[in-house]
């Protein structure tokens, strides 16, 4: 069975920190870049950050750049985003993805998790 699970959302204030698991099937995890994006309230959703399979590239939004952190262990089949210094503009329900190149489009990607809502309080 093809899964993507994710997990460690939750309320944090303003400036606080949060780290995102996805935790994902042999299937939709090997060989597989992995994504993670994003859908705040009445928006669309938007690209966070990507990783290769090797972890060896990654891609940054930049409205995110220096803040976050992707990166997986392949051992456990897992991937990871750490959120430093949040702001408002990050609350929102976020999803990984799995797919076979490194891209900041929805599309490459094949296998998608149900989300994990972060809400950052002011």
């Known amino acids: 069975q093809v899964q993507l699970v994710e997990s460690g959302g939750g309320l944090v204030q303003v400036g606080g920190s949060l780290r995102l698991s996805c935790a994902a099937s042999?299937?939709?995890?090997?060989?597989?870049?992995m994504a993670w994006f994003r859908r705040g309230p009445g928006k669309e959703r938007e690209f966070v950050a990507a990783?290769?399979?090797?972890?060896?590239?990654?891609h940054y939004a930049d409205s995110v750049k220096g803040r976050f952190t992707i990166s997986r262990d392949n051992a456990r089949s897992t991937a990871y985003l750490q959120m430093d210094s949040l702001t408002p503009e990050d609350a929102a329900v976020y999803y990984c993805?799995?797919?076979?190149?490194?891209?900041?489009?929805?599309?490459?990607?094949?296998?998608w998790g149900q989300g994990t809502q972060v809400t950052v309080s002011s």
């Open positions: 042999r299937r939709a995890y090997s060989n597989n870049a």
């Open positions: 993805a799995a797919g076979p190149y490194l891209s900041n489009r929805g599309q490459p990607y094949d296998y």
């Open positions: 990783i290769t399979e090797t972890g060896t590239n990654t």
